[in-house]
């Protein structure tokens, strides 16, 4: 569906696309539905072969084109894992994808901060490796029988493949000897008066007995399933999702979003996207036979309803959390307010057409090390983190926060444009009228014109409205379009000091090793095993380097010690 400018404001999809578009058309409607029904101008059809074709090619129009009356769960990062390293030293990691060969994947979980408190209770309980880098000497972890210290002990790979098979059964729920033996320890330290140690203990038995009962499911069978069961309420819909992998409950996620249009058509779009950021697990439970029958043809995986036995209760918890997730939404008072609203309002204030999408800038440095611009993309005023781009400074006036503006808006708008893709609707960037000048200048000299303003501070040094390259002030009186644009605010500062810390700290950590090729993590960990300090490897000769390395990256790296 399309607006009177050409902009598509709706992507949907029918087996029937008269009763389709009758259902919008010829009966009355309220709320977003209405909205859109009063813009549409004209459509366009595709035919496709089938409906998985039909759901593919959906989610691929909604992900180009953005469309602002389609619901759109909030652009997130892939679920987390917790990934146990199969070779060598044993090490945990959290990784957003399931895709590197050298680790095996316990998860996903449903938010990062379950997946690092259970990687923390795991560090504490068993003695696996810490450290990034081996250090030359032991540290605490190994007095506290934390770490088998392969920084002075050489451990055999049996030691670490017994390791790893008590950390896979701990994570599948079977810790009970784990629990006997820390009771004992807290025991014995109790007994010998350190009770500070026993305390220790019992936190981490308390820890471990928590996660127990949490995770704890009545399904013998070890199923990896997903449960779904979805509530609605005034016009809006809730989704509970439930994660259980092995048999274990590893967290529930809950949505909330306006209702539109048939309820379960919505709720199949909704648990479509969702997959599209979590892999598919061997069962999918939902309470409806018709999203059951409608993602039996789109998912790779046995999709079922239920109506009795242990799923059934499953499923019914998932309902409340659905039911209670509803509850927090209304009584805590903070619905969103209709963003659509808010960005035609700002539309009208700046005498522009609505700025359904919407692009801000930031720069960052520290007394002009590091620099580096940051851009954060809104659409229909939610963060599209798809669209974010770093940008790494060239030019060499580092401390010339103008300069950087430049640059950055016409290395981005340049690309766009010989790449023929569609522009934002609006440019916000952070400084004042300065600033607007030096984006204005760029898009001026690369001849692509968008919308600029600048968001200016009072004398308090608050953000108080916006500004136009003719020193026009725009005064925001509306509180909530204020608190929109001051969140898109925070998250490019955010965006720009973070991607600047990441820099600055490879700065800081860059290591000789670096500019020597060939010389990669592993070869690097025997040189620091073997030489734990610069002057003692800069003792080696030439021949006792070879005898480690092949005689090439000796030959590098003995000239860069030695240059």
Excluded: W
């Amino acid at each position: 569906m399309y607006d009177k400018d050409n902009v598509v404001i709706y992507v949907g999809k029918a087996k029937d696309l008269q009763k389709r578009v009758s259902q919008y058309f010829l009966r009355p409607q309220a709320g977003k539905v209405f909205r859109m029904v009063q813009n549409v101008d004209h459509f366009e059809t595709i035919i496709v072969q089938n409906e998985k074709e039909a759901l593919v090619l959906e989610m691929n129009l909604i992900h180009q084109y953005y469309p602002r009356f389609n619901i759109l769960l909030k652009d997130g990062s892939h679920y987390p894992y917790i990934a146990i390293k199969k070779k060598g030293d044993v090490t945990l990691q959290i990784k957003r994808n399931n895709k590197d060969k050298n680790y095996d994947y316990y998860g996903p979980f449903p938010n990062s901060g379950a997946a690092y408190k259970m990687v923390d209770l795991i560090n504490k309980v068993y003695p696996i490796r810490k450290c990034r880098s081996i250090p030359s000497s032991v540290c605490l972890y190994y007095h506290l029988g934390q770490c088998l210290a392969p920084c002075v002990n050489k451990i055999e790979e049996s030691v670490y493949d017994e390791l790893r098979v008590k950390i896979k059964n701990f994570l599948n729920g079977n810790n009970s000897e784990e629990i006997r033996l820390l009771k004992q320890k807290m025991i014995e330290a109790s007994n010998e008066m350190n009770y500070e140690l026993a305390k220790e203990y019992k936190d981490i038995i308390d820890s471990i007995e928590h996660i127990n009962t949490s995770m704890t499911v009545e399904s013998k069978d070890k199923t990896s399933r997903d449960i779904f069961a979805f509530s609605s309420r005034n016009g809006y819909l809730s989704i509970a999702f439930l994660i259980y992998r092995n048999g274990m409950l590893l967290g529930k996620e809950t949505h909330v979003v306006e209702a539109f249009g048939e309820e379960e058509e919505q709720v199949v779009e909704l648990i479509t996207q969702l997959y599209e950021r979590c892999p598919l697990p061997t069962e999918i439970i939902v309470n409806s036979t018709y999203v059951v029958d409608e993602l039996s043809v789109y998912l790779d995986a046995n999709v079922l309803s239920v109506t009795k036995g242990k799923l059934y209760d499953l499923v019914m918890s998932a309902k409340s959390n659905a039911d209670n997730a509803l509850d927090e939404y209304f009584l805590s008072s903070k619905l969103d307010t209709d963003k659509i609203a808010l960005l035609e309002e700002l539309g009208t204030l700046l005498n522009i057409k609505t700025p359904y999408h919407i692009e801000l800038f930031d720069n960052s440095h520290l007394q002009g090390s590091s620099p580096v611009g940051a851009m954060v993309a809104y659409i229909n005023g939610e963060p599209a983190k798809k669209l974010y781009r770093k940008f790494k400074i060239e030019h060499e006036e580092a401390r010339d926060d103008f300069k950087s503006m430049e640059e950055v808006i016409t290395r981005h708008y340049l690309r766009l444009k010989n790449e023929n893709k569609k522009y934002p609707d609006l440019i916000l960037v952070d400084g004042g009228l300065p600033q607007v000048e030096s984006a204005s200048k760029a898009l001026k000299e690369i001849e692509v014109e968008i919308p600029v303003f600048g968001l200016y501070k009072d004398d308090k040094h608050s953000t108080s409205g916006l500004i136009d390259i003719d020193s026009n002030t725009y005064p925001i009186e509306n509180k909530k379009l204020f608190f929109l644009l001051t969140r898109m605010q925070d998250e490019v500062h955010r965006f720009a000091i973070s991607f600047h810390k990441e820099k600055r700290n490879k700065a800081m950590t860059v290591s000789i090793f670096d500019e020597v090729k060939g010389l990669g993590n592993k070869r690097k960990e025997v040189i620091t095993r073997l030489y734990p300090d610069i002057n003692s490897l800069k003792e080696a000769s030439l021949e006792e380097l070879s005898q480690i390395l092949p005689s090439e990256v000796a030959e590098s790296l003995y000239n860069k010690l030695h240059n």
